[in-house]
């Protein structure tokens, strides 16, 4: 059985730094991309980043680009997110989810739980 | 970046009725698009991939169609189950998008 566990959330201050992990097992992590995805009441579902199996391919939406990095541990089986210099509008329920392939142009097909990320003073 | 409208905001029909949901793109997106459902304080689930196929568990009565900038989700005999918000996103350019929801209710 696939599962992704999400963990690192929790309360920031704005400019402050987060490091998300995501513990993935029941699958053979190295063989499929991974994304971050994150969902506010306001803002809906927004895709943040995402990687490919063989970690050469990232993208990250505009509105985190430069002060998020999305990395992945084959040999632990970890996808991280490092967020830096985060804002209230970061202030989300971050998702790590595993897509159908090793490229990333793909569906997801697997969903963990969450983790929620408050930015507040 | 490509825009994802769904219809309508929300839906709410009987036991046994067929729901039918619509998301269209600002851009075409051939057939790359997904369909999720999402429960009350539950991550999303994959529906449907590839703008038709099932994903694992989904039932029969659930069919995806549609192409390009114009896309459908059908739900024929409706069950308390079905319940939920669905939110349709493509993946055919980055940054990848989601519709904003439709609520479905079953009276």
């Known amino acids: 059985e696939v599962q992704l566990l999400e963990s690192g959330g929790g309360l920031i201050q704005p400019g402050g730094s987060l490091r998300l992990s995501c513990a993935a097992s029941?699958?053979?992590?190295?063989?499929?991309?991974m994304s971050w995805v994150r969902q506010t009441p306001g803002k809906g579902l927004q895709w943040v980043s995402t990687?490919?199996?063989?970690?050469?391919?990232?993208f990250y939406a505009d509105s985190v680009k430069g002060r998020f990095t999305i990395s992945r541990d084959d040999s632990k089986n970890t996808l991280s997110l490092q967020m830096n210099s985060l804002r209230p509008d970061d202030t989300a329920i971050f998702y790590c989810?595993?897509?159908?392939?090793?490229?990333?142009?793909?569906?997801?097909?697997?969903w963990g739980q969450g983790t929620l990320v408050s930015v507040s003073s | 970046e490509v825009v994802m409208t769904q219809s309508p905001a929300t839906l709410s029909l009987s036991p046994g009725e067929r729901a039918t949901l619509s998301c269209r793109a600002t851009?075409?997106?051939?057939?790359?698009l997904a369909w999720y459902q999402q429960k009350p304080g539950q991550a999303p689930r994959l529906f449907i991939y590839?703008?038709?196929t099932r994903a694992t568990g989904v039932p029969a009565r659930v069919t995806g169609s549609g192409s390009g900038t114009e896309f459908t989700l059908t739900i024929d005999s409706l069950q308390s189950e079905d319940s939920a918000v669905y939110y349709c996103?493509?993946?055919?350019?980055?940054?990848?998008?989601f519709g904003q929801g439709t609520k479905l209710e079953i009276k």
């Open positions: 989810a595993k897509s159908q392939l090793g490229a990333v142009f793909a569906a997801h097909n697997s």
């Open positions: 851009d075409s997106v051939r057939e790359n």
């Open positions: 590839g703008a038709s």
């Open positions: 996103q493509q993946y055919n350019q980055w940054p990848f998008t």
């Open positions: 990687i490919s199996a063989s970690g050469k391919t990232i």
């Open positions: 029941g699958f053979s992590f190295s063989n499929f991309a």
